[in-house]
């Protein structure tokens, strides 16, 4: 079999890993990593025995496909450049920053029949893997993501930074257009919002209340989900899980006329799954598992969130000083 060559796009913190699980990828040939700073380009190409580039462009003809983590600002102009050169994308979360620019890349790739996967890490995560099939139409959902701070996370808000997994998870499990969102947040210690709250509507009834918070004490990443004869908790930090069916043969435990089921999964290795995940699209020329309408119509929900805490921050402000 023909080895993928592929090269990884900015290889900061995230783009780092991206590196290392294509260097030990049987089917890959990682040709290079590119990275403005030379001094780190270097440092990662000799860690995974490849060339270091200081430009994108210096990579075009070079490879058949690349993983793009930079900083999202420069998402756009890095992944229309590869796939203007009929090269298959990874771009990291949110797609863009922008919702034009994110329908110029779906666009571009659908029009050229070329493969645009965006890292939402977590629907590769062996617990939302492992709930594939007992979630069938969750009605109510509650979503806490809490996160200690870290200072390379602060050039887009808590929403485009955290939150969007959330929003992305939720809109693969309810399968319904958003009716109406009610949000607030503040920044906190960025100049971006550092922790929000949000109520989303569906249109079927279902209804998520999401939290996002970058200025924790603690992590922490836990879903609960609640369906018809079913309720799903999810922790992701410990990989715990418990499911609450009705069962009417159950007539004593904590909640009579129910079973319940918990087990903790494996820790697993999302990441690699996730870029595994790509190179099989890549060689078998197969829609991606979290497309770039996917990650479009995530980073859709996050800006109009963001839009919302906006206005109602100014009205708040307005009111004060009125």
Same mark, same amino acid.
């Given at each position: 079999m023909k080895k993928i060559r592929v090269g990884v796009i900015g290889v900061g913190y995230l783009g780092k890993f991206h590196a290392e699980k294509y260097s030990r990828m049987d089917h890959v040939e990682?040709?290079?990593?590119?990275?403005?700073? %030379?001094? /780190?380009a270097r440092e990662i190409a000799r860690q995974f025995s490849t060339t270091p580039y200081f430009s994108h462009r210096?990579?075009?003809?070079?490879?058949?496909?690349?993983?793009? @983590?930079?900083? =999202? %600002? $420069?998402h756009f102009e890095v992944g229309k450049d590869f796939l203007e050169h009929n090269i298959d994308v990874l771009i990291e979360k949110p797609i863009t920053d922008c919702l034009e620019q994110a329908d110029g890349l779906v666009d571009l790739a659908r029009n050229r029949g070329l493969v645009l996967q965006v890292g939402h890490l977590e629907r590769f995560n062996p617990a939302v893997v492992a709930l594939k099939d007992i979630i069938t139409r969750p009605m109510f959902i509650e979503s806490h993501r809490l996160s200690i701070f870290k200072s390379r996370c602060t050039d887009v808000s808590v929403i485009l930074d955290l939150m969007i997994h959330d929003i992305d998870l939720i809109l693969g499990f309810v399968h319904s257009d958003i009716k109406d969102i009610h949000a607030s947040g503040i920044p906190v210690i960025s100049r971006h919002v550092d922790i929000a709250s949000v109520r989303l509507e569906f249109e079927n009834g279902c209804v998520a209340n999401v939290t996002a918070s970058r200025i924790s004490l603690k992590n922490e990443r836990k879903l609960r989900l609640f369906q018809k004869d079913t309720y799903v908790s999810i922790d992701f930090a410990s990989r715990d899980i418990q499911v609450i069916r009705r069962d009417g043969n159950q007539?004593?435990?904590?909640?009579?006329? =129910?079973?319940?089921?918990?087990?903790? #999964?494996?820790?697993?290795?999302? #990441?690699?799954?996730?870029? =595994?995940?790509?190179?099989?699209?890549?060689s078998h020329r197969q829609v991606p598992e979290v497309t770039g309408e996917m990650g479009r119509d995530? #980073?859709?929900?996050?800006?109009?969130?963001?839009?919302?805490? /906006?206005?109602?921050?100014? $009205?708040? @402000?307005?009111?004060? =000083?009125?």
């Open positions: 990682l040709v290079g990593v590119v990275d403005s700073d %030379p001094d /780190r210096d990579i075009l003809d070079k490879v058949d496909a690349v993983s793009i @983590a930079v900083p =999202t %600002p $420069n007539t004593d435990g904590v909640i009579p006329g =129910t079973d319940i089921q918990k087990w903790t #999964l494996d820790k697993g290795d999302a #990441l690699e799954a996730e870029l =595994t995940a790509f190179i099989h699209s890549v995530a #980073l859709k929900i996050a800006l109009h969130i963001m839009d919302k805490i /906006r206005i109602f921050n100014q $009205n708040h @402000a307005e009111a004060l =000083t009125g």
